[in-house]
């Protein structure tokens, strides 16, 4: 049977590799972009791979971590990311999502009495000041309302409630981590809901962690461009197909789907028959290809982030891998400290670390002022003394999605769709995210339509 992969980051690169240990595949793998691996393609500066972003596999599913093993032929770093997160001025030093604790006793009080009365409440997804209330109640949702302005640059009301995915808002810390984790314990709803620090519930993912005792997971030595590397050589070894910079222009389901890739550098279109198309890409752009319409695009703002990479000594970062910062009164989102934890380091021996600033169409990269972000780390205790003088910036401007309200209804009608007049297709939920969640998602989805289909 012929099968074909769309896209070659993560999610397609695990369904290629689950995919090509079955004699009865034949696949192929395609992607418009002349490079493997998507935004894992990690550029190279002064000797080290910069990744967009933190980007680390998490090790939570045993059987996705065994493949992370095999398509790293080996060479990964185990670890266990030391977490931060800051809120209306708070630094928490045990997890990056939103953590309430710093309010006052009363408020406090308010906040778990509200979430314990949500928990019966059906999830909504109207908007995504809708989805925190329903969630945790009026309290916490007013106080989560700088989240999204530091972000999208949005209220949360203007959002879908979707948009909470690139937020980190599945969880929050409500204050009282003793009374937290006894909601946890009494109801599905609220473990699902509310955080506590790691150490009141044990070791995380702890089926996994019998083979990989960490966290995360970590490619060796050039970071995810070693990963890109590594995978490409073992699909290949597996007998898989890869053409890239080939895309897709049409599909359609006759019997089996028919897909016109196209070739943009020679100018052709080529229409190919496959038994299954797994598609790891966005869902409008599928929707566009497959149903020939753009309901999805409506409701769909992209934004950018602006990423500066410093370069100082290592012991000059703190000993946190990663944090968020939610005040609107700082400019940057998101640091990490690449160059400790991906253990690389420059030509003349220096480690770096990544600060994301978030692009709401009025920051340009002259406004992004490297030094001015450098006294911003310094004062929230994330860096200490001068870097080195050549920061280095990258603008990835159409990096997420804004989703705005009434994407989620039409995103259930488009996937409705397809999944009655294209049973060829698999996709994955839009509100899937995470590298190995979104991995773990697909082949569910895959497993599912394969048995449907008699495969």
């Not at 049409?250 to 028919?258: I, K, L």
């Not at 149903?291 to 000594?313: C, N, W």
């Not at 968020?324 to 770096?352: I, K, P």
Request: with cysteine.
């Amino acid at each position: 049977m012929r099968v074909l992969v769309v896209g070659t980051g993560f999610e397609g690169i695990h369904a290629a590799y689950r995919l090509s240990r079955d004699p009865r595949f034949q696949i192929e793998m395609i992607d418009p972009s002349p490079v493997f691996g998507g935004i894992m393609a990690s550029p190279l500066h002064r000797g080290v791979a910069l990744d967009l972003g933190c980007q680390v596999l998490d090790n939570f599913d045993p059987e996705i971590s065994h493949a992370i093993q095999d398509l790293c032929q080996g060479r990964i770093r185990v670890l266990d990311l030391g977490y931060a997160s800051t809120i209306h001025g708070q630094m928490s030093p045990v997890m990056s999502v939103p953590d309430l604790s710093s309010q006052p006793p009363e408020v406090v009080k308010a906040l778990l009495r509200e979430v314990e009365e949500a928990a019966s409440t059906a999830p909504v997804t109207d908007s995504l000041r809708t989805y925190c209330q329903t969630r945790w109640g009026t309290t916490a949702a007013d106080l989560l309302e700088t989240v999204s302005l530091k972000v999208f640059g949005m209220p949360s009301a203007d959002l879908d409630g979707l948009t909470s995915m690139y937020l980190g808002l599945k969880r929050i810390r409500l204050g009282d981590d003793e009374r937290s984790l006894a909601l946890k314990q009494q109801s599905e709803v609220l473990q699902d809901r509310v955080a506590v620090p790691r150490a009141a519930v044990g070791t995380f993912y702890r089926d996994a962690q019998s083979r990989f005792p960490g966290h995360n997971l970590h490619p060796m030595p050039l970071s995810f461009r070693s990963f890109c590397d590594s995978a490409r050589e073992v699909l290949i070894r597996q007998g898989v197909s890869i053409r890239l910079g080939t895309g897709v222009s049409e599909m359609t389901s006759q019997g089996p789907v028919q897909v016109t890739l196209t070739l943009p550098q020679k100018g052709t279109e080529t229409p190919e028959p496959y038994d299954l198309v797994v598609w790891s890409g966005r869902l409008h752009v599928l929707e566009s290809l497959a149903l020939g319409e753009s309901r999805l695009s409506d409701h769909i703002s992209p934004m950018g982030f602006h990423l500066v990479y410093h370069f100082a000594d290592e012991a000059q970062f703190s000993e946190y891998g990663y944090a968020q910062n939610y005040d609107r009164e700082t400019v940057f989102f998101r640091w990490s400290s690449m160059g400790n934890y991906t253990a690389q380091r420059t030509e003349t021996g220096q480690s770096f670390c990544c600060t994301e600033v978030p692009d709401h169409g009025n920051c340009d990269e002259i406004a992004v002022n490297a030094d001015d972000l450098w006294e911003e780390l310094r004062t929230a205790g994330l860096v200490k003394g001068r870097h080195d003088g050549r920061p280095h910036h990258i603008h990835a401007r159409r990096c997420i999605l804004r989703y705005l309200p009434g994407f989620s209804t039409a995103a259930t009608g488009v996937m409705k769709r397809l999944n009655h007049e294209h049973p060829g297709i698999v996709f994955n939920h839009p509100g899937v995210f995470g590298r190995v969640n979104g991995a773990y998602r697909l082949q569910e989805a895959l497993e599912a339509r394969m048995a449907h289909l008699g495969m």
